[in-house]
């Protein structure tokens, strides 16, 4: 089955203790993305990556990190989390970018950070 | 960067009605303006995308409409049943980047 799967699904953690959220795609998609939901916000893109090695920022990169080292894996890493990324965060891939294509969406990772 | 601008931001029909849902954008150069739907506790799912070459797009109940010179575009939900009822989101964006609105909550009512 195609899909984009996220872990962990729930994850509480304290200020400034590194984190890692996975994400992975079983469809060979070049294109995966890193969103937060925020209520009355909307999606907000974090980085985006075009493929394996090429990344880019998002709207709202500040205190994230990511990278591609393989086309079906695209991590974000919060190094010193702080209570302001308390967030749904959603991944998401498509074959080659977000125009014309479908966007996959994971299943959501929902973090909170006290 | 691009700025995306919804309304509104909740929207109460009664079933068999229209919704029209509204947005704005202000990078000239965004091309594509997707709009995707997420039910409670779901995942964001596309339901209708136009680039900026179109005009008005349709699918069955559902249409898009944009104005490349206002810098606008609407998403028309015709004869609305009680499963439409969800956060729509409204995005614009190139290739790469996407950025969204900031929803617009659907209720249709029995």
């Known amino acids: 089955e195609a899909q984009v799967t996220q872990n962990p699904r729930y994850l509480i953690t304290v200020t400034g203790k590194k984190l890692t959220v996975t994400c992975s795609q079983n469809?060979?998609?070049?294109?995966m993305s890193w969103y937060r939901q925020d209520p009355g916000l909307g999606l907000r893109q974090i980085y985006y990556?075009?493929?394996?090695?090429?990344?880019d920022k998002g709207d709202v990169p500040e205190g994230y990190k990511v990278s591609r080292k393989e086309k079906r894996n695209f991590p974000l890493i919060l190094e010193s989390p702080s209570p302001n990324q308390t967030s749904l965060y959603f991944c998401?891939?498509?074959?080659?970018?977000?125009?014309?294509?479908?966007?996959?969406f994971g299943s959501g990772t929902q973090l909170s950070v006290l | 960067g691009e700025n995306v601008e919804q309304h509104p931001s909740t929207l109460s029909v009664q079933e068999g009605d229209s919704a029209v849902i509204k947005c704005t954008y202000s990078?000239?150069?965004?091309?594509?303006f997707p709009w995707y739907k997420q039910e409670l506790g779901k995942r964001p799912q596309l339901i209708i995308d136009?680039?900026?070459?179109?005009g008005e797009k349709k699918d069955q109940r559902i249409a898009v409409t944009l104005n490349k010179t206002a810098k606008h575009f609407s998403l028309h939900i015709t004869e609305t049943q009680p499963e439409d009822s969800a956060v729509y989101f409204c995005?614009?964006?190139?290739?790469?980047?996407?950025?969204f609105g900031a929803g617009t909550t659907v209720t249709v009512r029995a």
């Open positions: 998401a891939s498509s074959s080659t970018g977000v125009a014309n294509e479908k966007l996959f």
């Open positions: 469809m060979n998609h070049e294109y």
């Open positions: 990556s075009m493929n394996v090695e090429v990344t």
């Open positions: 990078d000239s150069a965004s091309n594509y």
């Open positions: 136009i680039r900026s070459n179109v």
């Open positions: 995005a614009a964006g190139d290739d790469y980047k996407l950025s």
